[in-house]
């Protein structure tokens, strides 16, 4: 996963393929690579000169030089790791077992497992820890002359999510790039072609833009590209015309990163669940593999992190507590460290953190470790300090996130919360498999309903416009709906600098009531849930009090109408699937009140993406 690029044309390669690499650099990588089809010399065999660095594009850039490789057709990559360490050997780009295929890839193959195996026992060797190695192989297995055809077959086995950019050395005069569930685009130049994952890569070679679609492969030759779909039928790609510069580029045309990456947030939610969850809810992690007989082993959870992460916690214990019936506790992982321990070695510390390398967080992790707890890091970043020292990780893979406020990751990672709730209510026992698939099938229709949320922007910006005159507000919720309020709280006072805070629909009456006025308002999180109705009682005691209400309710759900002073209806869901579309509108709001007042958006003063000192 993180930037791809593929060049076919009258130029050099590679100063294109590096040069465009430079670029996506911002996207944040760990390793990088480019294979380059060497110019034919007279008398010796088509080769490939392929190059590759566990570091920056840079280090990519001085190996080069040494090399100098010369031809006209290349690929190349810079990797976010997904699937094995950010070593050399998992870098992109991955080849078969003859060296003839050349393959970069972002996203994420869910049955790469069997499919490995498979390859394997029919005698294919693999190099590598990644997910990516099996398309070279299933091309090569495929692959009966044509070059085209045998992609296509490959494709076809294949379940998740790719972006990849191909060439053969059997066809030294084609540039394959294909798609589903994660972006590509073809670029079209002056008598030369570039594939690219993200418009920046190419922005000041060409404007003109040609847009895969699912499931379509683009078959680049020196005569055009022909867009087509597994099955071999031609399509008419949409082409698009781009004026952007390269930080527009960079932002995908949104203004801000983090308005990007809150529309990122319907793929963030499916990549977290992505090969890990069947129909009946059964829920595998790969690289917290531990069996049913040993998971059984653990009585209780400590949820630990800070800030949003913290607000993610809290999810995760009501989550687990309700479905798999265990003791579960979110802690704050800076004051985790001062208390007395009164938990051993049959509890299971879960550590969340986005980023992976959080102090707080950190000194958390190493104290539940040594008060022999079992700790699994649950991150968005493959090999981040958490991630090596916990003794398993659970991977959000959200994409690299710039936003200095969490926004799709947040989202990830309640899904894989979720997804370790069902897995240890199945493993204890304690839920019905009828209980499981209702969750399964709510939780597999959240990747469209926040597709929804994200269509609705306008409403969520006219909302924002009206509550931007206020200096304070109050969010209020139960159950889930309470720290989904505090991380709407959290959201809007860190990127508008509005003061907010959250608190529960019950506490409310013990004392923030006498906050409340016409200046005060208050955002309630009232739809469905065992306790919605005693959120509709707590809107009448506001309205009593004067304070205008936005409410967010359930569709079909008329208790508020003509009682809040606005509502705004969302999709009927499980309370779990809610609380991930609730967080989707909250963050659209906070975005763009902060918008309207003239903030900073993706760079908050006084805040850092990772904190790293306590
Ligand atoms: C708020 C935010 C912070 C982080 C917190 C922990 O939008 O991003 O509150 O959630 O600093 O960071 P991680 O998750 O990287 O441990």
């Not at 290349?74 to 003859?98: E, F, K, L, Q, S």
């Not at 594939?195 to 000041?204: G, L, M, R, Y």
């Not at 059964?282 to 998971?295: C, I, K, Y």
Request: hydrophobic residues 40%; charged residues 25%.
């Amino acid at each position: 996963m993180c930037g791809i690029i593929g060049y076919l044309g009258e130029r050099e390669a590679t100063p294109v393929l590096l040069e465009s690499l430079k670029r996506l650099e911002y996207r944040g990588y760990d390793s990088a690579g480019v294979a380059v089809l060497e110019a034919p010399k007279p008398g010796s065999p088509i080769s490939t000169s392929i190059t590759k660095s566990e570091a920056k594009v840079d280090d990519l850039i001085a190996k080069i030089q040494a090399i100098k490789p010369t031809g006209h057709l290349g690929i190349g990559h810079t990797r976010w790791a997904t699937h094995g360490r950010p070593t050399y050997i998992n870098a992109h780009p991955h080849t078969d077992c003859h060296g003839r295929i050349f393959v970069v890839h972002n996203g994420i193959i869910e049955n790469f497992a069997e499919l490995r195996e498979e390859l394997q026992k029919a005698g294919h060797e693999f190099t590598s820890e990644t997910d990516t190695e099996v398309v070279p192989h299933l091309i090569e297995a495929n692959y009966k002359g044509d070059f085209l055809a045998a992609v296509r077959a490959a494709l076809k086995r294949i379940r998740g999510a790719y972006a990849l950019a191909m060439f053969s050395t059997e066809d030294p005069e084609l540039l394959i790039g294909a798609r589903l569930n994660a972006p590509l685009v073809v670029g079209l130049g002056e008598q030369e072609f570039y594939i690219a994952s993200d418009i920046t890569a190419i922005i000041p070679y060409t404007k003109r833009v040609l847009v895969l679609g699912e499931g379509e492969v683009a078959a680049v030759t020196p005569l055009g590209a022909e867009v087509s779909t597994l099955d071999g039928t031609t399509v008419k790609p949409k082409l698009v015309h781009v004026d952007w510069d390269v930080s527009q580029a960079q932002k995908g045309g949104y203004p801000h990163f983090m308005l990007k990456e809150i529309n990122e947030a319907s793929e963030a939610v499916a990549n977290a669940m992505r090969g890990r969850l069947t129909d009946d809810g059964s829920v595998t992690f790969r690289e917290f593999a531990l069996t049913d007989e040993e998971l059984r082993r653990y009585r209780e959870v400590l949820l630990l992190g800070m800030g949003t992460s913290r607000h993610a916690a809290l999810i995760g214990e009501h989550a687990i507590e309700d479905w798999a019936g265990l003791p579960a506790r979110a802690v704050d992982a800076a004051e985790f460290r001062y208390r007395r321990p009164t938990f051993g070695p049959d509890t299971l510390a879960v550590i969340i953190t986005q980023s992976g390398e959080t102090a707080d967080t950190m000194v958390g992790l190493h104290q539940a470790k040594e008060r022999g707890a079992l700790t699994v890091a649950v991150t968005n970043v493959f090999a981040s300090s958490a991630a090596r020292d916990a003794d398993g990780a659970i991977y959000l893979h959200a994409g690299p996130e710039i936003g200095v406020a969490s926004s799709k990751t947040f989202l990830a990672h309640l899904v894989s919360l979720y997804l370790l709730a069902l897995r240890l209510a199945t493993v204890h026992g304690r839920i019905s498999l009828e209980r499981r698939q209702e969750l399964v099938a709510s939780l597999r229709a959240v990747p469209d309903q926040v597709r929804g949320i994200l269509d609705r922007e306008q409403e969520i910006k006219t909302l924002a416009h009206r509550y931007s005159k206020y200096r304070n507000f109050l969010y209020t919720g139960r159950g889930l709906g309470y720290p989904v309020a505090l991380e709407g709280a959290l959201k809007l006072k860190e990127i508008s600098y509005v003061h907010a805070e959250g608190v529960t629909g019950g506490e409310l009456k013990h004392g923030p009531i006498a906050l409340l006025d016409a200046k005060f308002p208050v955002i309630a999180i009232c739809t469905a849930s065992p306790t919605a109705e005693k959120m509709v009682s707590n809107v009448h005691e506001i309205v009593a009090r004067d304070a205008p209400v936005l409410a967010l309710v359930t569709e079909g759900d008329d208790s508020l109408d003509g009682v809040a002073t606005d509502r705004f209806v969302m999709p009927a869901a499980e309370e779990a699937a809610s609380a991930i579309l609730n967080s989707v509108m909250l963050q659209l709001f906070a975005y763009h009140v902060a918008v309207e007042l003239g903030q900073d958006v993706d760079q908050p003063r006084n805040l850092a993406k990772s904190v790293t000192v306590e």
